[in-house]
């Protein structure tokens, strides 16, 4: 079995390598592309059994069919989210598809609040402040936490994680998710989304990209929300309407974002662009304001959820080449084991 990994970094090399040496030594041989998979790359799949991509990399009709006539019959993605694969064109064609539907949703969760305290706290401007030997403290004031009322979008395995850390400060908690949650009734209550908007004093999405989800943070929903309030993203870019947000923060609507994901991400993530000019002009506006941060779709990034997704990604391949039946499979032989309707991978 000949497994070619796209978007590969020397991180990802490090955990593939080391969990198939002591998982699964006679499973596969593996060639590292450290570019993104997309229908000008997609003939270095030649001679490969199987590709494993990431959440940048573009598998639409034209880049499958490819793959199928160069001889790939396996699909691993090493994350959760399947927006950037055409399911139905995977089914059409017979492909395995299986990806990793949790791993460290601690990880993210405890992210997402680091992010909401540094914004609130502006930890990032006194640590630049103070290293230029500037003890001042003005613009820096924050609020208290504890008290605050935290709207969740979403209560999945991520969403679920950050209600008990933001429990624990004393929070009070609303969430909306469609597929509910009994878990998370121990920690607030469900809410409209309306609602959640008018009375949250942080909003933090936690939700899959879908045709349903996507923008959901629109003009709209931005006026519908609290003056002043905390926005989070680690979830899909694709949420957030980003000119939306941007006429927020300059108006005042909008107290803060913080971003660890972006709409446009695909060409710019995971790569260093430090010796270039950036020509996403959305992008450098925005993060000109000084209530804005934005990181580089990190919140996943820990020892422990890179050891899990190599693990998860291999033992699917392993059960492909075994014959056994996966339970991360999406499609497998020619038949669509999700929804067409809707996302339900529960971040």
Do not use: W
């Amino acid at each position: 079995m000949k497994l070619a990994v796209f978007s590969s970094k020397s991180y990802d090399k490090h955990y593939l390598d080391l969990t198939l040496r002591k998982e699964h030594p006679s499973l596969c041989e593996i060639t590292y592309h450290s570019f993104a998979l997309s229908s000008e790359t997609v003939s270095l799949s030649q001679g490969s059994n199987a590709v494993c991509v990431f959440v940048n990399d573009q598998l639409d009709a034209s880049v499958l069919k490819t793959l199928y006539a160069n001889g790939v019959r396996v699909i691993l993605l090493r994350c959760a989210g399947f927006n950037n694969v055409d399911l139905q064109v995977a089914e059409d064609l017979g492909f395995f598809v299986a990806n990793v539907p949790s791993y460290s949703p601690e990880a993210v969760a405890e992210f997402a609040v680091a992010l909401i305290q540094t914004l609130n706290r502006k930890t990032h401007r006194a640590y630049n402040r103070v290293r230029e030997g500037n003890f001042n403290l003005e613009g820096f004031l924050g609020h208290t936490l504890y008290g605050k009322t935290v709207g969740i979008v979403g209560v999945g395995r991520i969403g679920l994680a950050f209600a008990r850390i933001l429990h624990g400060f004393g929070c009070k908690l609303l969430a909306h998710d469609p597929f509910g949650g009994e878990d998370f009734k121990k920690y607030g209550k469900f809410v409209a989304l309306d609602d959640l908007l008018q009375q949250s004093d942080i909003v933090s999405l936690h939700c899959p990209l879908t045709e349903g989800t996507r923008h959901i943070i629109s003009d709209t929903n931005l006026s519908r929300m609290k003056k002043g309030a905390l926005l989070v993203n680690t979830s899909r870019g694709g949420l957030v309407n980003t000119q939306a947000v941007i006429k927020a923060l300059k108006s005042g609507q909008l107290g803060g974002v913080a971003l660890d994901v972006y709409e446009e991400e695909g060409s710019l993530f995971y790569n260093d662009h430090s010796g270039e000019i950036i020509h996403d002009d959305v992008l450098m506006r925005l993060m000109t304001f000084p209530n804005v941060l934005v990181c580089g779709h990190q919140a996943f990034f820990t020892t422990e959820a890179l050891s899990e997704i190599a693990g998860v990604t291999l033992g699917n391949l392993e059960d492909f080449v075994m014959k056994r039946t996966c339970k991360n499979s999406l499609v497998r032989e020619g038949h669509l084991l999700v929804a067409k309707d809707k996302e339900p991978v529960r971040l």
